[in-house]
């Protein structure tokens, strides 16, 4: 039986502080169906009390008030953490969502510490100041820290998310309260060691696991100055309701339904192995999985047994066996709506190739097989709604230009990929699918880049210049005539 791990106080403005609420998380095994932790529950007294410190943090605080160096220095540290605990962290998450963890040492834990490294070097090339020639005048263009950031991180990569908000907000000099999901509350107090060993100034972060309601106060709150969120479209959308009431700046990054486009020329091995493992990746709970296999009609058989054979073999079972390919899914609603969706695509007129059930000898935990459905029409549910879940598309198309179509014809816009032997017919392709990132023979996610979505995919960008930019107000200053001070292009502090 697992151990059972307890923390009784929240991470409020740098230290462990009781709770004001009196209610509990409990964190269930989606393998065993155990409790394997308890974590406070924050209230919205909580969350006042986060945002006060934050406030009082930014607006008299020594972090925004730092040299760049300064802050890329406590930064480090926590990369540097993260780098030496990773194993740690994985199997912490692993325990908690069900990735596999031979998956979560890259997916849940490296890929976070490249996250926090990319930002640094992103923060030493930005340009903070500048002077430009107006009409009227020289100017002056600031880039400031946009205040206090709540930002607000799922369950499914619950460091990564957290990183690609807390990386930057803090760089660019903002203090942050960061809302983790009732499901892996766990981890976050490992973030919590990390951050208060790295010697970042009280105020500057505050960690709360709390529900929607809980959520849904913090992003309203008028202390807050920004919003980053990653979660359903339709919890996005009610984020961007309520921060209108504030005027609230605000980052989504929402669901996906990504297509994978397989150009007729297209060695099936690479294709194959290429997108498999980004289909299924965590279990299919990732919103840039490969949930759309776009394949040519002349070489459909050929993809379909080779999909069907790769899903079939992959191994289900513990997420902390090494061996295991395929965990269970984080809650029993998350199991209940993929098998509800398997139902439906039967429904529909879809084949199913493999997969459609629990796998054999799994009796206890949230597990679905890996599904693979065939014959799938672009109009069918199954194609059109995001299902987090192992369960997979396969649609054949007749010429180039139909699969894109296909690929285009989505509310979703996250993610995709084209392989073919031509470069750059694929990059071609990529041109003209209307989506926030693309990949031509592989399947990446560049942390130097920007990632975001078209459509209902989101609002904004993650990474990059273009995602760190988000963290920064504009502002103009006009100078007197005549001025012929130095040009600024300085980067010491924000």
């Known amino acids: 039986m697992t151990e059972l791990v307890e923390h009784g106080q929240l991470f409020i403005g740098g230290e462990l502080t009781d709770p004001l609420g009196k209610d509990v998380i409990e964190v269930v095994s989606p393998h065993t169906e155990e409790v394997i932790g308890r974590v406070p529950h924050a209230s919205t007294a909580d969350v006042d009390r986060a945002v006060a410190v934050a406030r009082t943090a930014f607006d008299e605080g020594p972090w925004p008030r730092m040299t760049l160096d300064e802050r890329i220095e406590v930064v480090t540290r926590i990369k540097d953490a993260f780098a030496v605990r990773h194993e740690e962290i994985a199997r912490v998450i692993s325990s908690e969502n069900g ?81 983790v999901s009732p499901e892996t509350p766990l981890d976050a107090y490992l973030l919590a060691e990390i951050v208060a060993e790295a010697g970042l100034p009280k105020g500057v972060l505050s960690i709360l696991p709390a529900d929607r309601e809980v959520s849904e106060y913090l992003v309203g709150h008028p202390g807050v100055d920004k919003v980053s969120f990653t979660g359903s479209v339709g919890a996005g959308k009610r984020v961007m309701e309520v921060c209108s009431r504030n005027l609230t700046r605000v980052t989504l990054e929402l669901g996906g339904k990504s297509a994978a486009v397989i150009l007729p020329d297209a060695d099936a091995a690479t294709a194959v192995q290429g997108i498999a493992p980004f289909a299924w990746m965590i279990n299919g709970q990732a919103c840039v999985a490969q949930t759309r296999i776009l394949v040519p009609s002349t070489r459909y058989d050929e993809f379909a047994e080779a999909f069907a054979t790769v899903a079939s073999g992959l191994k289900a079972g513990d997420p902390l066996d090494p061996a295991t390919e395929l965990g269970p899914l984080v809650a029993r609603r998350q199991q209940q709506r993929s098998l509800d969706y398997i139902r439906i695509g039967q429904e529909e007129g879809a084949k199913l190739l493999t997969g459609g059930g629990r796998p054999p000898g799994l009796d206890r935990g949230w597990y679905v097989e890996a599904t693979l ?60 699918v209307r989506t926030g990132t693309y990949s031509v023979n592989t399947f990446s996610l560049d942390m130097l880049g920007p990632f975001g979505g078209y459509k209902n995919s989101g609002l904004g960008r993650e990474f990059g210049p273009e995602g760190y930019g988000e963290y920064f107000e504009h502002k103009m200053i006009h100078l007197p005539a005549g001025y012929t001070g130095p040009a600024g292009s300085e980067v010491e502090g924000a």
């Open 99 to 179: 990735t596999p963890y031979t998956s979560s040492v890259m997916v849940q834990a490296l890929s976070s510490m490249m996250v926090w490294d990319s930002a640094i070097a992103i923060a030493r090339g930005f340009t903070y100041e500048e002077q430009r020639d107006g009409v009227l005048g020289k100017l002056l263009v600031r880039r400031e820290p946009v205040g206090v950031v709540a930002a607000v991180v799922p369950w499914n990569v619950p460091q990564f998310t957290a990183a690609a908000k807390l990386a930057p907000a803090l760089l660019a000099g903002c203090t942050a309260i960061l809302k």
């Open 373 to 432: 459905f065939g014959d799938v029409d672009n109009s069918m549910r199954i194609a059109r709604e995001e299902i987090f879940g192992p369960v997979i598309c396969l649609l054949p198309y007749g010429d180039e230009s139909e699969a894109v179509k296909i690929a285009n014809d989505s509310e979703y816009g996250l993610s995709g990929s084209v392989w073919t032997a031509d470069v750059e017919r694929g990059i071609e392709v990529a041109r003209q």
